[in-house]
């Protein structure tokens, strides 16, 4: 028997509930469950029957179709490659392979209806972040065009540039030096538009460097990678400056609780790493996970200079080198005010990145 839309939305938000409980490993009687039930109830919760995740295949794609699929929520998955969708979503239940190409607006049209929020995932090495404007403003576009509800944007703590702090909140200015943070600015500030506009409802969750199921295009998974083969691992700055990681699969739960909650839209989010800790600390702890002594290497600007007569991707990383040597470390206090979260600690997430990596 069909439910009817009242129905739906009532299911939909014990899902939320009961999905909500089980990402934060608060399912016993005690105070825990109990407070985590005060903040669902006092929530205003937006009904999601059929979203899209752009740029699926990402390490942040992946994460939060895995929350989609553990909570029961139907979804479509987008990329280029057929191959690498199905690959990471065919033996899901809940997930649609959708390929397509988000350059091009049909495409995104396509991709985008049908369904109540998208999740915008999408990716991009370094020499093509120039993409991340145009890309964006093809699927506002489209949005807009099939009616979609909501836009959700994990993005980057390029936006904020260099910090005036040594705790970066949501309020901090937004001044990016670099052409990769100017992108993304641009790319925040298309979502933001359209919220002010009425076209959709926006928001945007910005994470620091993460790592690991999946997030080999990022700076630290090589790092395990070497430890493993005991190898060198690569550093690119400093290694002494505070840092923080965030660890994927704690993001999906997170980036879904956010876009569940009405209040939640027409703002940005941070969501900081487990805790501060120094690249060094970082490798010693990835070292020591797999018997070894730390091997490390840092490359300066000089040298990336150097390197990137050879390759590009060497080349745009000069003007990131800031985030080494004034690193971002995020304040997210309003998030945690607001979801009781789960941040797995730096020993545990290595340890399963390593058995990821092991037996992947």
């Given at each position: 028997?069909?439910?009817?839309?009242?129905?739906?939305?009532?299911?939909?938000?014990?899902?939320?509930?009961?999905?909500?409980?089980?990402?934060?490993?608060?399912?016993?009687?005690?105070?825990?469950?109990?407070?985590?039930?005060?903040?669902?109830?006092?929530?205003?919760?937006?009904?999601?029957?059929?979203?899209?995740?752009?740029?699926?295949?990402?390490?942040?794609?992946?994460?939060?179709?895995?929350?989609?699929?553990?909570?029961?929520?139907?979804?479509?998955?987008?990329?280029?490659?057929?191959?690498?969708?199905?690959?990471?979503?065919?033996?899901?239940?809940?997930?649609?392979?959708?390929?397509?190409?988000?350059?091009?607006?049909?495409?995104?049209?396509?991709?985008?209806?049908?369904?109540?929020?998208?999740?915008?995932c999408v990716g991009l090495p370094y020499p093509s972040h120039h993409l991340h404007p145009l890309l964006m403003r093809t699927t506002v576009e489209a949005a807009k065009l099939v009616r979609v509800e909501r836009l959700v944007l994990p993005s980057s703590?390029?936006?904020?540039?260099?910090?005036?702090?040594?705790?970066?909140?949501?309020?901090?200015?937004?001044?990016?030096?670099?052409?990769?943070?100017?992108?993304?600015?641009?790319?925040?500030?298309?979502?933001?538009?359209?919220?002010?506009?009425?076209?959709?409802?926006?928001?945007?969750?910005?994470?620091?460097?993460?790592?690991?199921?999946?997030?080999?295009?990022?700076?630290?998974?090589?790092?395990?990678?070497?430890?493993?083969?005991?190898?060198?691992?690569?550093?690119?700055?400093?290694?002494?400056?505070?840092?923080?990681?965030?660890?994927?699969?704690?993001?999906?739960?997170?980036?879904?609780?956010?876009?569940?909650?009405?209040?939640?839209?027409?703002?940005?989010?941070?969501?900081?790493?487990?805790?501060?800790?120094?690249?060094?600390?970082?490798?010693?702890?990835?070292?020591?996970?797999?018997?070894?002594?730390?091997?490390?290497?840092?490359?300066?600007?000089?040298?990336?200079?150097?390197?990137?007569?050879?390759?590009?991707?060497?080349?745009?990383?000069?003007?990131?080198?800031?985030?080494?040597?004034?690193?971002?470390?995020?304040?997210?206090?309003?998030?945690?005010?607001?979801?009781?979260?789960?941040?797995?600690?730096?020993?545990?997430?290595?340890?399963q990145t390593l058995e990821w990596m092991r037996t992947g």
């Open positions: 028997m069909a439910l009817g839309a009242s129905a739906r939305r009532a299911a939909w938000k014990w899902t939320l509930l009961w999905g909500s409980l089980v990402s934060c490993g608060r399912l016993s009687i005690g105070q825990p469950a109990r407070s985590l039930v005060v903040h669902l109830i006092g929530a205003t919760l937006v009904t999601m029957e059929y979203v899209a995740i752009f740029g699926a295949a990402g390490a942040i794609g992946k994460a939060v179709g895995a929350e989609l699929e553990r909570r029961g929520v139907r979804f479509r998955v987008v990329g280029r490659s057929r191959q690498k969708l199905e690959q990471a979503f065919a033996k899901m239940t809940h997930a649609e392979i959708f390929p397509a190409d988000l350059s091009e607006a049909r495409s995104s049209g396509a991709a985008a209806r049908g369904v109540d929020t998208i999740f915008y703590v390029y936006s904020y540039g260099v910090p005036r702090a040594s705790s970066v909140a949501e309020t901090h200015p937004r001044e990016p030096h670099t052409r990769k943070g100017k992108y993304r600015k641009e790319q925040e500030d298309l979502v933001m538009e359209a919220h002010a506009a009425g076209a959709l409802q926006g928001m945007t969750v910005r994470l620091p460097d993460f790592y690991g199921p999946h997030a080999d295009i990022g700076l630290a998974n090589p790092m395990f990678r070497a430890a493993l083969a005991g190898k060198t691992a690569n550093w690119v700055g400093p290694v002494n400056p505070p840092h923080e990681f965030v660890y994927v699969p704690d993001t999906g739960p997170v980036i879904v609780d956010l876009a569940s909650r009405a209040q939640c839209y027409g703002e940005a989010w941070n969501f900081a790493g487990a805790a501060t800790i120094n690249t060094m600390d970082f490798i010693t702890r990835i070292y020591r996970a797999v018997g070894r002594a730390p091997r490390y290497r840092t490359v300066g600007a000089g040298m990336l200079k150097f390197l990137g007569w050879f390759n590009p991707a060497m080349r745009e990383v000069v003007e990131m080198l800031y985030l080494q040597e004034t690193p971002v470390i995020l304040d997210d206090r309003k998030l945690m005010a607001l979801l009781p979260v789960h941040k797995t600690p730096y020993d545990d997430g290595i340890r």
